[in-house]
């Protein structure tokens, strides 16, 4: 292993040289409050808006906007997860130029979505490698969800939808509420991995904790989302694995169990959410049950370029006979990619998440949140969310093999820093 020294006439205490991402000056102030405006902004798209633009659209760039004043630390090195990413986007080109061009302004539409939003994982994650910035991002977060739930308690912007099996699905500003009960459960995520690292003394307080957990919980049962369920209770599991210690892991873990036999409990005893769980054990499954055979069977007719992005939507609707709306969505980010790309756009895109599956394993909040993700997405698409892209910047950001963090040290794998004298 080599080493290196410090120059003889720099003190640096042994602190940070077991924490580089914590040394040197912070971020630019202007991009760091941009990224946390874009973060906040997350839980708050109103698909029932009158501007043209998403909000989380408009941050996002407003984001972007800012990064040239630190156009170092957020494009100075590329990940190689997001390099599969790129080769992908490059295949849904293709795809789009051969299948898509009945609909070409929507194909267009979303590739402009995708484009932006890998430039935002590009950047967010590079500036995340501080771990200042990283604990202030997941915080945001944490702040506008509850804000999120708070709102709907009040009932303002509170949008309940009745479904035909009992009660009522409840969500914000006329969002899709299985995309509500995800970010949802990011908030309460973000928050237990900030209390289990130690990040936020606000968080170790029981009586903050606790009834913030509750309160985004119950939100989130509230949404009536199988999937959304399903996916916090797979990032809680992970968060209960969590620690350095065997103590600190069964304190985690029992923390942890408390959280999902609330959630157990709470979905059992709201209408809405037990109803649909008993629908879900009879096979009904909102259409999915239609939708998966007819998407492998597109996928046997059309295996190598897909049928294109968009196209494949309007197929889906034909197929299964849909009298309501023009296109249907493949409801599985893995059905999405294979069905729009086919096999050539899918080998890059699976290569590019095995590689923030294995930058995941190093880190706590962001292995649960990627967790989340991942189950979330087989339940829903959601390939242009946000929230996806978000939380695969916070999976990049904690891969030590990646580039030193705004103002800190470049320490190689394989080195170590020594103080001096």
Same mark, same amino acid.
């Given at each position: ?214 309160? @985004?919980?119950?939100? &989130? /049962?509230? =949404?009536?989302?199988?999937? #959304?369920?399903?996916?916090?209770? !797979? %990032? *809680? ?95 599985? @980010?893995?059905?999405? &990619? /294979?069905? =729009?790309?086919?096999?050539? #756009?899918?080998?890059?895109?699976? !290569? %590019? *998440? ?68």
């Amino acid at each position: 292993m080599s080493t290196t020294l410090a120059p003889a006439h720099v003190t640096r205490p042994a602190s940070l040289a077991a924490a580089p991402a914590e040394c040197g000056p912070m971020v630019n102030p202007v991009v760091r409050w941009a990224l946390y405006l874009f973060v906040f902004s997350i839980p708050f798209e109103m698909p029932q808006r009158s501007i043209p633009l998403e909000t989380t659209t408009i941050t996002a760039a407003l984001f972007l906007l800012t990064t040239p004043l630190e156009s170092r630390a957020c494009y100075g090195r590329i990940p190689s997860a997001l390099l599969w990413f790129g080769g992908w986007l490059w295949v849904f080109v293709i795809a789009a130029l051969v299948g898509s061009q009945q609909y070409a302004q929507l194909a267009l539409q979303l590739l402009a979505q995708l484009g932006e939003l890998l430039l935002l994982c590009w950047a967010a994650g590079n500036l995340m490698r501080d771990r200042r910035v990283f604990r202030a991002a997941l915080m945001t977060l944490v702040v506008a969800c509850a804000l999120w739930a708070a709102l709907e308690i009040a009932g303002i912007g509170l949008t309940a939808k009745r479904v035909w099996s009992g009660g009522e699905r409840e969500t914000m500003l006329g969002q899709n509420a299985n995309l509500s009960a995800l970010i949802l459960s990011a908030g309460v995520l973000a928050a237990v991995g900030l209390r289990h690292a130690g990040a936020s003394r606000l968080l170790r307080l029981p009586f903050v904790f606790w009834p913030l957990v509750g309160l @985004l919980g119950g939100a &989130v /049962v509230h =949404t009536g989302s199988r999937g #959304g369920v399903l996916a916090l209770t !797979a %990032g *809680l599991l992970v968060s209960a694995l969590s620690g350095l210690t065997l103590w600190q892991r069964l304190r985690n873990g029992f923390a942890v169990l408390l959280a999902m036999a609330a959630l157990v409990w709470g979905a059992l005893h709201v209408e809405v959410m037990r109803n649909r769980f008993v629908e879900a054990a009879e096979g009904s499954l909102a259409g999915r049950e239609q939708i998966y055979p007819v998407l492998l069977q597109m996928l046997i007719e059309r295996p190598v370029l897909g049928w294109g992005p968009i196209t494949n939507q309007f197929e889906i609707a034909r197929r299964i006979h849909e009298k309501v709306r023009p296109r249907r969505d493949a409801h599985n @980010l893995a059905l999405e &990619v /294979v069905t =729009t790309t086919g096999v050539v #756009g899918a080998i890059p895109f699976f !290569a %590019g *998440l095995w590689g923030c599956f294995l930058a995941a394993r190093r880190g706590r909040a962001a292995f649960a949140l990627f967790a989340e993700m991942m189950v979330g997405t087989t339940s829903g698409t959601w390939i242009a969310s946000k929230l996806l892209w978000f939380v695969l910047a916070l999976v990049l950001a904690r891969d030590p093999t990646r580039a030193a963090p705004p103002g800190g040290q470049s320490v190689p794998i394989g080195t170590r820093r020594l103080p001096s004298g």
